[in-house]
């Protein structure tokens, strides 16, 4: 039963957030482009350093932090509610009464599943951004396509990848762990249920950039 | 036997349940009636372990339950099945997985197994051929059967239903009532019912409780019911102008 859970929420997760992921990643990469290259027209700063800067910008920290809080806004409430609504209409008592270690039913899936298929959404919208900053840049004139790649395989660390799946894994925990825990102490109706959704989404965004403060401390320093 | 000794609940400074002592006895249909505020479904609460007293003991056998550790609770757990007042069916699952959930659970049956056990369960209930369906897709009263059904499929020793005729119209609810009674008697269940349904108490009840702001005001069993002289008993049952009237009428009251 818990694999079974665990390969639903792999799925939910995964699958279902895949589209929101692509769409913004396309647009992290086109908008870091677009605006690196505006600053630093007119520079001496050779034009193949942008693929540099979008590759490391969405490697380190773009793609890990945004893909998080949009999947905390996402996949959070989605938890959040779902086990909530759970709690509100006596399925968690049901359980309980079954014999059911719910915390561990409910709660541990999704966070396996969270913490095996973020990294992987993660490394999507990395991919997916370089290419996005090559859409915005190079059809539209900025720079040339070989520029642009050669700055994409330039100085290139594999440090900042290890920090982008750290960053990963430790997001996903902290949005799957606080948005179940929402959920399942949720009392009263649905005000409350709504409250514990938004909270989820709020309590989750905040501690993720705290973690992500510290994981940069931490790894950077 | 489930046995409650002094038991009380408190949430914040409201004094919900002020001592209740009962036993419920073994194979038999204890019914814990009252005025909606009574504090039934707390004490029914209680005694599944949904709550924990703020004193007093809760002894299933010989075995005080606030006593035991989380491990201990989930074993006793295994041995009672429980219809929620408003079902708690998974709504994301069939009527068969809803059924088969504690079976997958608990047991290493193979599928097979599991589908006869399952169906047996179903036909008990009258309701073969619905394996597929969700539960949106039933009526209320086949839900509450589809409840009853999940409760029995792993042989409890213990059955309990909050308010399981609520939402029902009467005759449903008689059904309803029948298939608790004989379920308990084929099962040698220990089954605790609560309920505001005057019909339940008058066809079912063979051990009652009746609390009363807190209190047992009342114990007896159906054939005691009429014959109490019991001010809050009488007011209970006769709460309804109509049925008020049909007594005064039986009894030459003008």
């Known amino acids: ?221 | 036997m489930i046995r409650i000794s002094n038991i009380k609940k408190s949430f914040d400074d409201v004094e919900v349940l002020k001592g209740i002592d009962f036993t419920f006895e073994a194979g038999k249909t204890n019914l814990i009636i009252g005025r909606s505020g009574a504090g039934k479904t707390v004490l029914l609460k209680i005694l599944v372990g949904l709550f924990q007293p703020t004193s007093g003991e809760v002894f299933f056998g010989d075995v005080d339950v606030c006593k035991l550790g989380k491990k201990e609770i989930r074993e006793l757990r295994m041995q009672m099945g429980m219809l929620f007042q408003g079902n708690a069916l998974f709504d994301s699952m069939t009527i068969e997985e809803n059924i088969r959930f504690p079976l997958d659970m608990f047991t290493s049956k193979d599928m097979k197994e599991k589908k006869m056990m399952v169906d047996k369960c179903l036909e008990r209930v009258s309701l073969e051929g619905i394996n597929n369906k969700f539960p949106s897709e039933i009526s209320g009263g086949m839900q509450k059967r589809v409840g009853i059904a999940r409760a029995i499929v792993l042989n409890p020793k213990y059955l309990f239903c909050d308010e399981p005729n609520s939402g029902l119209d009467p005759k449903t609810a008689i059904t309803i009532d029948a298939l608790i009674s004989d379920i308990t008697d084929e099962y040698n269940i220990t089954t605790v019912i609560n309920t505001h349904d005057m019909n339940s108490v008058m066809e079912i009840g063979e051990n009652i409780c009746l609390l009363h702001k807190g209190l047992l005001a009342w114990k007896g069993n159906k054939s005691q019911v009429l014959e109490s002289d019991n001010d809050t008993l009488q007011n209970f049952i006769f709460a309804s102008p109509f049925l008020k009237r049909l007594k005064d009428r039986a009894m030459g009251v003008k």
Not at chain 1, 51 to 69: H, K, N, S, W
């Open chain 1, 1 to 221: 039963m818990y694999y079974k859970e665990t390969i639903r929420q792999l799925y939910d997760i995964g699958v279902g957030s895949l589209s929101i992921v692509l769409i913004i990643s396309i647009f992290i990469g086109a908008v870091t482009a677009v605006q690196f290259f505006y600053q630093m027209d007119g520079t001496m700063i050779p034009p193949y350093y942008i693929g540099y800067i979008v590759r490391d910008m969405t490697i380190i920290e773009l793609a890990p932090t945004f893909t998080c809080l949009v999947l905390a806004g996402k996949v959070g409430s989605n938890m959040a509610s779902e086990i909530g609504g759970m709690r509100q209409k006596e399925h968690i008592d049901a359980m309980e009464i079954m014999g059911v270690n719910t915390a561990a039913y409910l709660v541990l899936p999704k966070i396996i599943a969270a913490v095996l298929i973020v990294p992987i959404l993660v490394s999507v919208s990395a991919l997916v951004s370089n290419g996005g900053g090559y859409l915005a840049s190079v059809p539209t004139g900025l720079f040339t396509s070989g520029e642009y790649i050669r700055g994409l395989r330039s100085f290139f660390q594999v440090d900042h990848v290890n920090m982008m799946y750290i960053k990963s894994v430790v997001f996903a925990y902290i949005m799957t762990s606080v948005s179940c825990y929402q959920g399942y102490y949720v009392t009263g109706g649905s005000i409350e249920l709504g409250k514990a959704s938004t909270q989820a989404v709020v309590y989750s965004s905040i501690l993720i950039l705290i973690a992500d403060y510290i994981i940069a401390v931490l790894l950077t320093g």
